[in-house]
T-cell receptor, first 113, second 115 residues
Framework: DTEVTQTPKHLVMGMTNKKSLKCEQH?????MYWYKQKAKKPPELMFV???????INESVPSRFSPECPNSSLLNLHLHALQPEDSALYLC????????????FGSGTQLSVL | AQKVTQAQTEISVVEKEDVTLDCVYE???????LFWYKQPPSGELVFLIR??????QNEISGRYSWNFQKSTSSFNFTITASQVVDSAVYFC????????????FGQGTELSVKP
C-alpha cells in the first residue's frame, strides 16, 4: 500500500464552522506533512510531524490546529477560517523528515464562504 | 536563502514532440537534494526523481531524462516523444540537508500536450 488517503475530497464551510481534515497512510512512514496550495501556485509547507511530534510550524495562524494521534494518522482541525483560506490542502508522508521523497495524497479542496 | 526558479509558466506542444522543462536553483549549502514532481489534474503530486548534490550523473527513465549541472545550478527535465498523458503541472523542488525535509518549490510549469 503506497497511498496517502485524504478525506473529505471536498469541503465547504462557513467562517464560524469547525471542521477537520483527515489523512492516513499505512507505509510505516514516520514523518507527515500538511501543505496548502492555492490555484496556480506551488504548495506551501504548513506543518511537519516527525515521530508523532510537531517539528515544524511555518507560522501558521492558530485557526489551523494539527494533530497526530498515531503514526498513521494526521488531522488538521479548522476553526473560524477566512475566505482567503480557501485552497487545496495536501497531506504527505515520508520515511523520515530528512531528504526523503514525499508521497502525497490527492488533497482536500476547501472552500470557505 | 534557497530559491527555485522555473521560468517557463506554460508550455504547449504537439504529441510526439520533445520538450524540456527548465529549473534553476539557488543555495549556499553544499549538501542538498533536488526533486521533480508531477501534478496531474487529479491533484496529488507524484514523485518523479530525486538527486543529491554529490551525484551529477544524468538519469534516464523511459521517455524521461534529467540533466543536473552544478556549474549552472540547473536541473532540467526532458520528455521525449511527449504524450497527452504527460499534460500536467511539473514542479522542481529543493531540500537542504538538516532543514527538516522542507521542500522549496518552484512556481511550476504547466505542460499541455495536444493530440
Amino acid at each position: 500500500d503506497t497511498e496517502v488517503t485524504q478525506t473529505p475530497k471536498h469541503l465547504v464551510m462557513g467562517m464560524t464552522n469547525k471542521k477537520s481534515l483527515k489523512c492516513e497512510q499505512h507505509m510505516g512512514h514516520r514523518a507527515m506533512y500538511w501543505y496548502k496550495q492555492k490555484a496556480k501556485k506551488p504548495p506551501e509547507l504548513m506543518f511537519v510531524y516527525s515521530y508523532e511530534k510537531l517539528s515544524i510550524n511555518e507560522s501558521v495562524p492558530s485557526r489551523f490546529s494539527p494533530e497526530c494521534p498515531n503514526s498513521s494518522l494526521l488531522n488538521l482541525h479548522l476553526h473560524a477560517l477566512q475566505p482567503e483560506d480557501s485552497a487545496l490542502y495536501l497531506c504527505a508522508s515520508s520515511h523520515s523528515r530528512v531528504e526523503e521523497k514525499l508521497f502525497f495524497g490527492s488533497g482536500t479542496q476547501l472552500s470557505v464562504l | 536563502a534557497q530559491k527555485v526558479t522555473q521560468a517557463q509558466t506554460e508550455i504547449s506542444v504537439v504529441e510526439k514532440e520533445d520538450v524540456t522543462l527548465d529549473c534553476v536553483y539557488e543555495t549556499r549549502d553544499t549538501t542538498y537534494y533536488l526533486f521533480w514532481y508531477k501534478q496531474p489534474p487529479s491533484g496529488e503530486l507524484v514523485f518523479l526523481i530525486r538527486r543529491n548534490s554529490f551525484d551529477e550523473q544524468n538519469e534516464i527513465s523511459g521517455r524521461y531524462s534529467w540533466n543536473f549541472q552544478k556549474s549552472t545550478s540547473s536541473f532540467n527535465f526532458t520528455i521525449t516523444a511527449s504524450q497527452v498523458v504527460d499534460s500536467a503541472v511539473y514542479f522542481c523542488a529543493l531540500s537542504v540537508y538538516n532543514q527538516g525535509g522542507k521542500l522549496i518549490f518552484g512556481q511550476g510549469t504547466e505542460l499541455s500536450v495536444k493530440p
